[in-house]
């Protein structure tokens, strides 16, 4: 909004040009804004003959679905689509992994999604080894650095599941 109606540049441009935002995430976010439906967000179909590069091949689908919601709720908050920003939190909600966790308890705290932000920590206070797999991730170290204050919240929930 202050990019169009303030005393920014963009009020008087043609284009406006987003730097900070993935092509597909914005071009999803559009596709929301304009027909009110969410992008597909799930895994395609398969037809590998290999069992192995099946695996493979579903583990990067979920991976990069994860990773698209995970963008599109950032865009979402920032946009103020509260409604699109709910959607992609349950879809984050419902495919919360130990590879996950950490980053989208990180994500949920960052973008004010309190739901989100107890799914992740009852995933991860669940069982000491689910702790303990979380606690060795890249995403626990940037859980970490960019929200010392959820670790915290995080060891009382532990400390208060025993």
């Given at each position: 909004m202050a990019e169009f109606f303030g005393d920014m540049k963009e009020k008087c441009s043609q284009c406006v040009e987003i730097k900070d935002m993935d092509a597909e995430v914005f071009k999803?976010?559009?596709?929301?804004?304009?027909?009110?439906?969410?992008?597909?967000?799930?895994?395609?179909e398969w037809d590998a003959e290999d069992e192995a590069e099946y695996e493979q091949q579903e583990e990067a689908d979920a991976k990069a679905v994860t990773v698209m919601a995970q963008h599109l709720l950032a865009a979402a908050d920032r946009c103020g689509l509260?409604?699109?920003?709910?959607?992609?939190?349950?879809?984050?909600?419902?495919?919360?992994?130990?590879?996950?966790a950490?980053?989208?308890?990180?994500?949920?705290?960052?973008?004010?999604?309190?739901?989100?932000?107890t799914r992740c920590v009852q995933f991860i206070i669940r069982t000491p080894a689910t702790?303990?797999?979380?606690?060795?991730?890249?995403?626990?170290?940037?859980?970490?650095?960019?929200?010392?204050?959820?670790?915290?919240?995080?060891?009382?929930?532990?400390?208060?599941?025993?």
């Open positions: 999803a976010l559009l596709q929301f804004i304009y027909t009110d439906t969410m992008p597909e967000l799930r895994q395609r509260d409604r699109l920003k709910h959607i992609c939190a349950g879809k984050l909600s419902s495919s919360i992994n130990v590879d996950t950490a980053t989208t308890l990180a994500l949920a705290e960052q973008h004010n999604c309190p739901e989100l932000k702790l303990d797999a979380v606690l060795a991730t890249e995403g626990y170290k940037h859980l970490e650095a960019s929200c010392p204050l959820v670790v915290i919240d995080l060891l009382k929930a532990a400390h208060g599941r025993k």
